[in-house]
């Protein structure tokens, strides 16, 4: 395993999937945690300046058009690739592509479900000669058996597992944002309970300074 930092020089960030009609069959995760785990790789991806390819199946489908979150997150710039091949994105010519135009060798992908399109695609990368990284609570299934076994065939398979909030903190360590409040801007938006968890401390250590004055 490649024990560099993951940077956002040499990281595409991929969201596969994330469409509506998909969420209501979900039952590995909380929904709620999914969507913020969702939005908030999608914004990581974006205030880090990282790669980022965005692509789903056809918006005509029931399975319908991409979370609202995740659109909120990506904005009106960044294309949405809509698929006809199903489950290996690489399939599709215009994915592999806009992968490729990226111009990096890291791949992270996220996205519904874990054991379908997720899968296919984290296993294409690995076939494509990707670095390929799954990000697991911001992918999701029907069921946790089905998304613990397909991280479990990944990893098998080379694919290194991660979370959203952890490459946060590694893109974090790029010298270019030593000084930044990305993280912060993220945990607030996105992690709120460990924004609380801050405040807690910091009205504990002011409580007693006052207590010693």
């Not at 945690?33 to 790789?41: C, D, K, R, V």
């Amino acid at each position: 395993m490649n024990l560099t930092p993951l940077s956002p020089a040499d990281s595409t960030v991929v969201l596969v999937d994330y469409a509506v009609g998909f969420a209501t069959l979900l039952r590995s995760h909380d929904l709620r945690q999914h969507l913020a785990a969702a939005a908030g790789l999608a914004s990581t991806a974006k205030l880090y300046g990282a790669g980022l390819v965005v692509t789903n199946g056809e918006a005509s489908k029931p399975s319908g058009p991409l979370y609202p979150e995740v659109l909120a997150a990506i904005g009106d710039d960044q294309p949405v690739i809509e698929r006809t091949t199903s489950f290996d994105s690489f399939l599709d010519p215009d994915f592999r592509a806009a992968v490729e135009a990226t111009g990096r060798n890291r791949l992270l992908i996220a996205g519904i479900a874990t054991d379908g399109c997720v899968l296919q695609t984290a296993l294409g990368a690995v076939r494509a000669g990707y670095e390929t990284y799954v990000v697991v609570d911001a992918s999701a299934s029907t069921s946790r058996e089905a998304h613990d076994v397909a991280v479990q065939r990944m990893v098998l398979s080379g694919v290194v597992p991660v979370t959203w909030w952890s490459v946060a903190a590694e893109f974090q360590l790029d010298p270019r944002f030593a000084d930044s409040p990305v993280r912060q801007q993220l945990m607030a938006q996105f992690h709120p309970d460990m924004t609380m968890g801050g405040r807690t401390f910091f009205a504990g250590v002011a409580q007693g300074r006052l207590a010693t004055a």
